[in-house]
Antibody, heavy 122, light 107 residues
C-alpha cells in the first residue's frame, strides 16, 4: 500500500520560496514511475504542477515552468517541490502524487497524499 | 498546451444515470482519466485510459469516448456519489491537464 505524506510550512511570505517535501512509504521511489505535485486553490479546481520520472526527467506546467522545480531523493525515498517568487495566487492545498502509466500519454494519478495547505501572506 | 471543458454541474436523482462530459480537441489522440473528489478529501481515480476501472471502484462507474468528447457515466447513482468530478488527460510531451470540474448533486 503506497502512502504519500506531505510536509512543509503552512505560511509563506510573498516573493519568497515555497518548499514542500513528500515522504513515500510502501513503494520504492527509484522504480520506473512518475512522481509529482498537484495543487488546488481554496474552492477551485485541480492544477497539475509537474512530474518527475526516473529521477532526471521532469515535466512542468508551462504556466509555472520558470518558477518550479521537482526532485526526488532516492536515499530518503522522498519527492520535493520548490516554487519561487510566490504570490497570493499560489495559496492552495498541495498534493503529492504517484502516477501510473507505461508512457507519457497513458498517465493517470493513482495515489494522492492527504494534501497540505500553504497560504501565501505577509 | 490543450484544454478540457466540463459542465459546472450535473443533477441526478438516486437510482438514475448521471453522465458527465469532458470535451477537448486533443482527446481523440489522448487517453482520459476521471477523478472523484469529496469535500475535504483528496481526489480518487475512478477511470483511467478512457474506460478502465481501478480495483475497488464500483462497476456503476464507466467511461466512453466519442470523437472530441469523453463521458463518465454513473449508473444507478447513490447518495454517496455526490462529489466533484474532474477529467484529466496527458500528451506525449509530458503535459498533464485537468478539466475545470463538475459538481454532481444527488437530488
Amino acid at each position: 500500500q503506497v502512502h504519500l505524506q506531505e510536509s512543509g510550512p503552512g505560511l509563506v511570505k510573498p516573493s519568497e520560496t515555497l518548499s514542500l517535501n513528500c515522504v513515500v512509504s510502501g513503494h520504492s521511489i527509484s522504480s520506473d514511475f512518475y512522481w509529482g505535485w498537484v495543487r488546488q486553490p481554496p474552492g477551485k479546481g485541480l492544477q497539475w504542477i509537474g512530474t518527475v520520472y526516473n529521477s532526471d526527467n521532469a515535466y512542468y506546467n508551462p504556466s509555472l515552468n520558470s518558477r518550479v522545480h521537482i526532485s526526488v531523493d532516492t536515499s530518503k525515498n522522498h519527492v520535493s517541490l520548490t516554487l519561487t517568487s510566490v504570490t497570493a495566487a499560489d495559496t492552495a492545498v498541495y498534493y503529492c502524487t504517484k502516477e501510473r502509466g507505461t508512457n507519457l500519454a497513458t498517465r493517470a494519478i493513482e495515489n494522492w497524499g492527504q494534501g497540505t495547505l500553504v497560504t501565501v501572506s505577509s | 498546451s490543450f484544454e478540457l471543458t466540463q459542465p459546472p454541474s450535473v443533477s441526478v436523482s438516486p437510482g438514475q444515470t448521471a453522465r458527465i462530459t469532458c470535451s477537448g480537441d486533443a482527446l481523440p489522440n489522448q487517453f482520459t482519466s476521471w477523478y472523484q473528489q469529496k469535500p475535504g478529501q483528496a481526489p480518487v481515480l475512478v477511470i483511467f485510459k478512457d474506460s478502465e476501472r481501478p480495483s475497488g471502484i464500483p462497476e456503476r462507474f464507466s467511461g466512453s469516448v466519442s470523437g472530441t468528447t469523453v463521458t463518465l457515466t454513473i449508473s444507478g447513482v447513490e447518495a454517496e456519489d455526490e462529489a466533484d468530478f474532474y477529467c484529466q488527460s496527458a500528451d506525449t510531451r509530458g503535459i498533464l491537464v485537468f478539466g475545470g470540474g463538475t459538481k454532481v448533486t444527488v437530488l
